[in-house]
């Protein structure tokens, strides 16, 4: 225990109160119920923005929205949903649980925790102001691929910045994660007695960190390409439109197994608490994850097959995509594993993360055909794409952070969720996001390209669909909100240990927690690690 | 230092490392180019280095011309299309450029090879690309390239395509290229 | 759980019948990968189906294991927990196992991809590119070029808000104005180009797509063993009209063919002499509405209003009602740092002339400005 810890513990004994708590909020477990909070905020903005999306699909023609403005649409509800909706809700997360699971009274760097969450609602503030500007909010993409970026109007340099901004907030986040876990873990919990959450975050983290300044990199130098004369992207100036992929992607691909691991931390923890039996394979749990993101360094080039690399350089992406179909059968393996011989009941946070991991599984078989570099040729920027991508994030990490909020919900609040509506939450969302994403791979495979607000007659049954489908699942989500606002308010007293089968260190502390989780250090005993 | 700030600034450092290597990846990426052939990045020959007695009689390889402009008042023509060549041995096309406004306008061309994995067996003696190309109104001037395909282009590869864009300088920028090999429009 | 096991069941008759079904019902149906026209675009099909069965039969057996698991070893059911929580044995197999039926896979891939790369010689090339938002279509060995644009009755249907029903054009936003032709059973070289952004030219049936990428030419070559016309699109977001720029590829008998360049060559004739030639005022409208429709109506609105913020009104517009020299600029070599293109290289001179007169004129423009060919020759 480091001395400014203790010294912080002197500053805050007292619980602030007024908005001053939540602007200056030191405290992890304020500064993670903000993060969840905007989370679910950023949820429903680039939901709606799906929802315009879908409305638009739903039959052919143009009824409702001007092309320019769908493509603003699709890129806006990218940005929002992996930077201000999943991620941060990653973040809060790991901010409410890290110390509470490692025996730690707060995180590290408490006011750097503050900086980085107050950073994001000033940046999406920035972005979503595009969406008043002349010429409209970014459209090229979430991607942002020259030279049509630079077509870009006045939302250009908000968009640049609100990527830097992003960027830094998360990178700072990060570092504050991993500080914590290196340097404040309870005497006795050694790295390989860690639960499996805390796991995936410290990789995480190490992904962010080395993953995020590669694509402020790339952002900068598109800066410079439109307004200071340089031309890393510009073909007329001796650049290559192509090289920003590379950057971007060398970005991109750890970007998808940051929003993805923490998935697989929540889902470790949540399958052997209610099939009351350890986590089968916990460390080679921890060897695949480490290296899945490892992987994910060099494999960034099957998300552009189709600009023309030479064979030698498709068939390498090809084989090192291929092989990370191994460390992520294992998890879910592992996962059968842990559930085979249990004694399983099924309350909502295990529903919630069985259907992870079929789901998820689903999303990585389309990804296994996908790294057949000459079938991704016609797979390549379809809706079967877009099929694939939405099983890994929807049913795949916001199914896991659904599934987080549920089991640790009554820990936080005291309360016990209201198990009805949380069970008709469940079966709401399982099957309208089945009906919303699964046709999604026959229209794609039938010839629909991605990013097209329009399309020929026969993608019209699909797509409606998929749209009615979509509609479901975004008021379900209404459902959502309404329990966990019903657990704040009231509710069934939770026990300390709230689930029978939970085992951790955050189980024994009081529900709700003290506002300092541990002011003295647990013992950790092999008892209570290894959830 | 305390544990705490001393994880910090390795974290922090690594951060920085990490923003520095996505401007590295720049310079890697035509490093890259270079021994791939992506990009257009063909070799390049002196005139001199041609070995009359290493021509191989027994191959003939096809080569197609191909000519581009990108928003440029300008005709660009090549005199063959396509012309029929042993490798190891020389051989020429001409390209023409006229000015058809009545403004000067700066120009510059940049090369493509199809397939790109075969562009590291074109070499180049005399080439017009990646420099500045000044016209004067109506001024019309002729450009030739001078190229050997390599006697080791692998078999498989039968025809190549060489293909040229041209695309406008605007008069305030000149040309510089830095360390990286890119060339920084600089606004004078 | 019931439901679980219900939509299990469907998924599996789902997955069954797409397997089982033949391609070509599939493809009326649209939900299967074409089989395509080409050597190429069968193998990659092959290539799809077999790795589509080995991911079925994986997914069929871990969710087996998985449901099995569910419905027995549940609390409810008096199951008690075993406490195992490694064993190397399983943890090897599952391993290993995978990592050879990868090996496996990856062969056969493999050998596809290396025979789509393969570049012997080519008995005819084509050089595509894509334009915002058409695309342009360079017979090299032939001497004629054209451009291909969304057709006239799915522009109207596509409209917003058009009101009118897209079920009544069969190819509605697949079909264009020039459709490409091409010979059957030849090997033909096509390369793709582009010249504003990243745009991917890509037809199902032949297997493959490829981008378009400005200054740098990408090189693929196709064989088409069956007369037909195969459709596709643009498969790159390139801009507010990316869903608008299809392709249509229509092969034909060698025969076919040799008339149809014959005529190409005709027309590219025809066009030449139209430069020389002096308009009336109808004329030139007539003609500038046409080019407008195909050229401009895409931003610029058939009504010329425009898209305030994005694209500016030509009704009663500064640029259009201005003077003529700075009009003919701006149409002729483009708008830097905007999407206005320069038209000077994608039209000749009657048309430039006659969409200019257009503009002029249109909407109660009524400058009276009657520009001609020669016009445009001397201002270039």
């Known amino acids: 225990m480091s001395e400014a810890v203790a010294h912080h513990d002197d500053l805050h004994d007292h619980k602030p109160t007024g908005i001053g708590r939540w602007l200056f909020s030191t405290n992890h477990k304020d500064i993670g119920t903000m993060y969840l909070v905007f989370a679910l905020i950023m949820f429903f903005v680039g939901g709606a923005m799906a929802m315009i999306i879908r409305a638009e699909l739903f039959q052919p023609g143009l009824q409702y929205v001007d092309p320019l403005f769908f493509n603003s649409m699709t890129t806006m509800h990218a940005l929002i949903m992996i930077f201000g909706a999943v991620m941060p809700a990653g973040v809060g997360l790991a901010n409410w649980l890290i110390p509470m699971m490692i025996g730690a009274p707060d995180m590290a760097l408490p006011r750097m925790n503050n900086m980085s969450f107050w950073i994001l609602p000033f940046a999406f503030a920035m972005l979503l102001s595009t969406l008043f500007m002349s010429g409209g909010a970014p459209n090229g993409g979430w991607t942002m691929y020259p030279p049509l970026v630079t077509q870009l109007n006045d939302a250009f340099p908000f968009l640049i910045f609100t990527v830097h901004f992003l960027g830094i907030s998360s990178i700072m986040g990060a570092i504050n994660i991993i500080a914590t876990v290196f340097n404040m873990r309870a005497p006795g919990m050694s790295f390989m007695k860690l639960p499996l959450f805390v796991w995936t975050w410290i990789i995480t983290a190490f992904l962010l960190i080395a993953s995020l300044p590669v694509l402020a990199g790339a952002v900068t130098m598109l800066l410079t390409d439109k307004y200071f004369g340089t031309s890393f992207f510009d073909a007329a100036g001796g650049g290559d439109p192509v090289m920003f992929q590379h950057i971007f992607w060398f970005f991109g691909h750890p970007e998808v197994y940051i929003l993805i691991l923490p998935a697989f931390g929540i889902v470790s923890q949540i399958i052997p608490t209610f099939a009351r039996k350890p986590l089968f394979g916990y460390e080679s749990m921890v060897y695949a994850t480490a290296s899945i993101a490892f992987l994910s360094f060099f494999v960034w080039a099957h998300h552009m097959f189709t600009v023309g690399m030479p064979l030698a350089g498709e068939l390498f992406f090809m084989y090192a995509t291929m092989s990370i179909a191994v460390p992520t059968g294992v998890k879910i393996f592992n996962w059968v594993a842990t559930m085979w011989k249990g004694s399983m009941t099924f309350e909502t946070p295990m529903l919630f993360a069985i259907a992870f991991v079929m789901l998820f599984s689903i999303g990585g078989f389309t990804g296994l055909m996908m790294a057949i570099t000459p079938v991704d040729f016609q797979y390549h920027d379809t809706y079967f794409i877009v099929a694939h991508f939405h099983y890994v994030l929807v049913p795949g990490a916001v199914f896991a952070l659904f599934a987080a909020i549920y089991y640790w919900l009554p820990k936080w609040t005291g309360h016990m969720y209201d198990e009805k509506l949380g069970k008709l939450h469940f079966w709401l969302s399982v099957i309208s996001v089945n009906v919303l994403f699964f046709p999604q791979h026959f229209i794609g495979l039938a010839g629909m390209p991605r990013r097209i607000p329009d399309y020929n007659m026969q993608f019209a049954e699909w797509n409606m669909i998929s749209s009615l489908g979509g509609f479901v699942f975004g008021l379900s989500q209404l459902l959502f909100v309404w329990v966990v606002i019903k657990c704040i308010r009231g509710g069934e007293k939770a026990s300390d240990q709230v689930w029978e089968g939970a085992h951790g260190l955050e189980w024994t502390l009081s529900s709700p927690p003290p506002f300092h989780s541990f002011t003295t250090p647990p013992r950790v005993t092999d008892a209570v690690a290894h959830s | ?188 | 759980m019931l439901f679980i096991k219900l939509r299990n069941i469907l998924c599996a008759c789902l997955a069954l019948t797409v397997l089982t079904f033949p391609g070509p019902v599939l493809a009326e149906y649209g939900l299967n990968l074409t089989q395509g026209v080409t050597p190429i675009s069968r193998e990659v099909y092959d290539l799809h189906m077999t790795i589509l069965w080995v991911v079925t039969v994986i997914a069929i057996l871990v969710f087996a294991v998985m449901f099995w698991s569910i419905f027995h070893h549940r609390k409810s059911k008096g199951a008690v927990a075993a406490q195992f929580h490694h064993s190397t044995g399983a943890e090897i197999a599952w391993t290993i196992i995978p990592i050879l039926i990868l090996v496996a896979m990856a062969v056969p891939a493999t050998q596809v991809l290396i025979k789509m790369e393969e570049t012997e010689d080519t008995e005819m090339t084509i050089k595509i590119t894509g334009y915002q938002w058409k695309w342009h279509y360079d017979y090299m060995n032939e001497g004629f070029d054209f451009f291909s644009a969304l057709d006239e009755t799915s522009n109207t249907i596509r409209q917003l808000k058009s009101g009118l029903n897209p079920d009544e054009h069969e190819n509605y936003l697949l079909e264009v104005d020039n459709p490409v032709v091409v010979p059957v059973n030849t090997r033909i070289r096509l390369l793709t180009t582009a010249a504003d952004v990243i745009h991917a030219w890509w037809v199902p049936d032949l297997g493959w797509k490829r981008d378009a990428i400005p200054g740098f030419i990408n090189d693929n070559w196709t064989y088409i063993e069956e007369p037909g016309t195969y459709r596709g699109q643009c498969a790159e977001l390139c801009g507010r009209d990316h869903g608008f720029m299809p392709i249509v590829l229509k092969a034909v008998s060698k025969e076919e063919y040799a008339d149809w360049a014959d005529e190409m060559k005709l027309a590219a004739a025809a066009a030449a002499d139209e430069s020389g030639k002096t308009f009336t005022m109808e004329e030139s409208m007539a003609k500038g509405e046409d080019v407008y429709k195909t050229q401009c109506a895409a931003c610029h609105q058939a009504n010329g209003e425009g898209l305030p913020g994005a694209f500016p009104a030509l009704k009663g517009g500064a640029i259009a009602t201005g003077d003529l020299p700075g009009h003919l600029d701006i149409v002729i070599n483009g708008k830097a740092g905007t999407a206005m293109a320069a038209f000077g290289g994608q039209l000749n001179d009657a048309e430039l002339a006659a969409v200019i007169t257009y503009e002029r004129n249109a909407w109660g423009n009524d400058t009276g400005d009657l520009v001609q060919p020669a016009d445009i020759k001397a201002a270039r």
């Open chain 2, 1 to 188: 230092m305390r544990p705490v700030n001393k994880t910090t600034g390795k974290l922090a450092l690594l951060a920085v490392a990490m923003f520095g290597f996505g401007y590295l990846l720049v310079p890697i990426y035509n490093v890259f180019c270079d021994i791939t052939g992506l990009n257009g990045k063909t070799g390049e020959i002196n005139i001199a280095d041609v070995d009359p007695m290493a021509v191989d009689r027994h191959r003939t390889v096809t080569v197609e011309f191909d000519t581009n402009l990108r928003e440029l008042p300008w005709e660009f023509v090549v005199e063959e299309r396509k012309v029929s060549v042993h490798p190891g041995e020389i051989g020429e096309a001409v390209f023409r450029v006229r000015n058809t406004s009545d403004r000067d306008v700066i120009g510059r061309a940049i090369p493509s090879v199809a397939p790109t994995q075969a562009s590291v067996y074109f070499d180049k003696t005399e080439c017009f690309c990646f420099e500045e190309q000044s016209l004067r109104a109506g001024e019309e001037k002729e450009m030739v390239v001078r190229f050997v395909v390599n006697t080791e282009l692998p078999l498989r590869f039968a025809s190549l395509v060489l293909s040229y864009t041209f695309f406008e300088v605007p008069d305030n920028k000149t040309v510089n290229r830095n360390e990286a090999g890119f060339q920084i429009k600089n606004k004078s």
